[in-house]
Every structure is written in C-alpha cells, then in structure tokens.
C-alpha cells in the first residue's frame, strides 16, 4: 500500500473538569470525548521526497508549523528512516474551535503512515509518539468516546448512546492556551464516578464544561448561541472545549438537522448536524465514505 485517504473526526467535550495546574503549564483535567461524523479528509502517500501537505484553506500553515507536518516527522523519527511524504488535506472542522480538528489531522497522520509502511509502530508505541504532539491527540487514535484524564491522553473508552449533534460556530477562534490562563484556582476534584460508564440522567444533568465560563464572560455572545439551541428543543446544550463552538443534543437526526438548518438561515454561522461515533459506526461510516 503506497497510499491512503482517511477521515479525520471532530470531537466535542461531553464534560470536562480542570483539577489541578502542573508545573509544566498543563492541567490536569477530566474530560468525556466525543468524535462525531463531522470530519476532515486527508490523502497520504509516499513521495519521492522530503513531506509535503497541500491544504485548501487558506489560513493553515503547511510548514512545520502544522502539526500534520510534526505528526509525519515524529514518524519519521520513530521508525529511524526518512522517506517523502506527501499530505493532502481538506478541512472541513473550522480552525481553533473547540472541536481538535487538528489533533485529529496529525492521529490520522499517525495512522495513516503506519498503514502504508507496513504497521511498524504498535498502537502503544502510536499512543505515545502522540502524547509528544498534544494532549488530544492520543484520543483521536481511538474509533469512539473515552474518558480522558491527565491532561486528556490517559484514555479510558465507554459506550454512549449514539446522540445526534448540532455544532454552531460565530466564526472567530479561541486560543486554547487563553482559555486556560484565565482559569483560576482553587480546582476541585469531583468525587469518584466510574470511568467504564455514562452518566445514567439525562444530558442536560451532567453536561459540563469549566472553561465556558471563562470563554463567555469575553464573549458573551456564545450564551445567545446556546439559548437559541435550547429554543430548538435541544436535551443539553455546552460549549465544547475550549471553545467557541457550542453544540446541542437532540433526540434523532431529523430533528438535529431540521434545528441546524433553521439556526444557520437565523444565525449565518457555520452550522452542521453530526452523529456521535462509536468503534462500530466509525468503521461504517468510514467505509461508506470511502
């Protein structure tokens, strides 16, 4: 095999608690991730020489400064050889949005340089070159939810129902490593709950998101967002990591697809429907998109 297209999936934060600062400027957190059917595409080949990446949005870096290009030298690195790389990638996840479309891009570089050199990486060797490129990365190495606690990357997958998405985005970015400076201690932990499940209530009991204060009280915006969503009927309603795409769950995929259509003719924002994926719809999905 000397290629290989994948799909790369968002994510939203079903939850996410921020516990403790470390000493290396992470935080300790614990989140429950979600990918979702809202994906960029990424074409990976060998190339004669030296790794290349061609993106048709015109804001993302195709240098090093795009950690699709980081994934691929990790990699390289990894194995101990050099040899050309060319990425294709066309971004359908808006920038800097809460939804780690590009930690997702660098695991499905991760992956789909494994594929074509004939699986030399295991999938723990895979883990950890990933939690070297970001603290979502690690995650988007998996086909479905988990827990994440850490700074995200120590990963515990569950099952969850299969809840249907509305993500509304207003268009500008929020700087994750803002986010987080503007948190302040004292971080609490939660008490003890089972990493193997999901929450029994309802979402709109267990929805949770510490940095969506701190995104609102600078833009206070994102809170018409989400009342809007809730005004369609949505069962929870949060924005997801760091923000500012805010997203609503919502019964069945009709009904989410209606309410996106309606809040994107209201709103003019980027707006799409998704599902959440699980290890077996990953594989479905995928494959029926080719």
Not at 178 to 204: G, H, I, K, N, T
């Amino acid at each position: 095999m000397r290629h290989l297209t994948l799909h790369c999936p968002a994510k939203v934060n079903l939850y996410l608690k921020v516990i403790g600062r470390r000493s290396d400027g992470y935080h300790d957190l614990i989140t429950l991730m979600q990918p979702v059917t809202l994906t960029d595409e990424l074409a990976i080949s060998h190339a004669a020489a030296g790794i290349g990446l061609e993106c048709d949005h015109p804001d993302l870096p195709v240098d090093e400064r795009n950690l699709a290009v980081r994934a691929a030298m990790a990699f390289q690195a990894a194995v101990s050889r050099r040899f050309g790389v060319r990425i294709r990638l066309k971004k359908n996840i808006p920038l800097a949005a809460g939804l780690g479309g590009g930690s997702s891009d660098a695991a499905g570089v991760l992956k789909g340089l494994n594929a074509i050199s004939g699986k030399p990486l295991t999938a723990s060797q895979l883990h950890q070159l990933a939690r070297r490129l970001g603290a979502d990365v690690p995650f988007f190495l998996l086909d479905g939810p988990a827990w994440g606690r850490g700074i995200g990357d120590v990963l515990t997958p569950v099952v969850l129902p299969t809840y249907c998405y509305v993500l509304v985005n207003p268009g500008y970015q929020i700087s994750t490593a803002w986010a987080y400076s503007r948190l302040q201690p004292p971080f609490v932990a939660p008490a003890e709950a089972r990493w193997d499940c999901w929450p029994e209530q309802p979402p709109a009991a267990w929805l949770h998101n510490d940095l969506e204060a701190v995104a609102m009280a600078s833009y206070p915006d994102l809170l018409a967002l989400k009342q809007a969503l809730w005004q369609e009927g949505a069962e929870g309603v949060l924005m997801s990591g760091s923000g500012p795409t805010v997203f609503g769950i919502f019964a069945d995929q009709a009904a989410a697809s209606e309410a996106a259509e309606r809040l994107r003719t209201a709103t003019g924002f980027w707006t799409a429907a998704a599902l959440g994926l699980s290890p077996t719809s990953s594989s479905l999905f995928l494959k029926d998109l080719g």
